[in-house]
């Protein structure tokens, strides 16, 4: 079964552009806090007018589901999610929301970005960067369990009252992977470090993004400019929508980051808190390790990885190029993320 399941990985196409609508969700985001993991499937239908769909690698699932992204690109948990899927060679289809509107969400209560949803007996939604990484991980390392079985593993809240209705998720155990029943020995002590790293990505090493990408109105605007072109807005957007998302979405996060860099105390220079951040990384895997996982990534850097990759075409990704040796992990990480390396790993323990 696991031979048959990996065959699909390495199966792959040509890039296409699909129209699709969403409808029937079972949301794994709970609507209340006292909901039991269980009753977090709850089916409900909606009508949603997306945007154009980019189907990345193969039609061909080796889950065995269609996979869909609603993302915003240049969003450095979007990106995150993107490199592991790429990094196992799973493929997934791309829509890509406009940040004004939204509308291309609105069928979610939970409103952050990544969603991910696929069709098993309805539709599922999966909420949160880590968790759905952690769920899709926990699948690849165990395909004989169900999607219930593996929902149930990762129960999650979304708040629908407050200043944080609809944008914030509770999951206790997003940092988790469900190992196999017969894994051989476990290295605690390498699990606990992954962990500890995927947190730092999300809770620390994000926040340095927005203050740094969006540093003044030039560089806003030049990382807007960026975004239309990676991210094939004009295909996806009317001109006028894109031109709209491009000025007032620059405009906006020049000030949102002057907001976030006080609230995280960067430095008055928000470059060094950058360039801290990025070295603060390389000295956690120290000189004797490619990787935090050893020989091999694990998911603390496809989530770094990830996060660096969002802003590559941006002023800021290049003066960290020149001011830190960070360049190094991150052109050996985009080789293992762009050749779907994850696959081999697959294959050779499904052979162990």
């Known amino acids: 079964m696991m031979r048959q399941f990996l065959r699909l990985l390495v199966a792959s196409s040509s890039r296409n552009l699909l129209f699709a609508s969403a409808s029937g969700l079972l949301l794994t985001g709970a609507l209340a806090t006292n909901i039991q993991p269980k009753r977090l499937l709850q089916t409900r239908t909606a009508e949603n007018d997306s945007p154009q769909l980019e189907e990345k690698a193969s039609k061909a699932n080796a889950l065995g589901v269609h996979l869909r992204v609603y993302q915003y690109h240049n969003c450095p948990f979007c990106s995150k999610v993107r490199a592991f899927l ?169 000030f949102v980051s002057k907001r976030l860099q006080q609230k995280h105390n960067l430095k008055s220079n928000v470059r060094e808190s950058l360039y801290e951040g990025c070295n603060q990384w390389l000295d956690a895997i120290g000189p004797n390790r490619a990787f935090l996982g050893g020989d091999q990534p694990n998911l603390a850097d496809i989530a770094m990885y990830g996060a660096l990759a969002s802003f590559e075409g941006c002023s800021a990704f290049r003066d960290l190029l020149e001011n830190t040796p960070i360049a190094n992990w991150f052109q050996v990480m985009k080789e293992q993320v762009e050749n779907h390396a994850g696959v081999i790993r697959l294959l050779q323990a499904s052979h162990a």
Not at 164 to 172: D, F, H, M, S, V
Not at 229 to 254: H, K, N
């Open 86 to 254: 790429n990094y196992f060679g799973l493929s997934y289809e791309l829509v890509e929301v406009n940040p004004l509107s939204k509308k291309q969400i609105d069928f979610s209560i939970y409103k952050k970005v990544p969603i991910v949803t696929f069709d098993h007996d309805g539709t599922v939604q999966l909420n949160d960067s880590s968790v759905i990484t952690s769920f899709l991980q926990s699948y690849l390392l165990n395909p004989q369990k169900s999607f219930e079985e593996l929902l149930n593993f990762y129960p999650s809240t979304v708040v629908v009252e407050g200043k944080t209705k609809g944008r914030e998720l509770i999951c206790p155990n997003k940092y988790q992977i469900m190992l196999p029943e017969n894994a051989a020995k476990v290295d605690a002590e390498a699990l606990h470090e992954e962990r500890k790293w995927r947190q730092w990505v999300d809770d620390s090493f994000v926040h340095l993004i927005s203050p740094n990408v969006y540093r003044n109105m030039s560089e806003a605007l030049e990382a807007f400019k960026w975004f239309s072109e990676v991210s094939d807005w004009r295909e996806v957007f009317p001109s006028w929508e894109r031109l709209m998302i491009i000025y007032v979405g620059a405009t906006a996060m020049y």
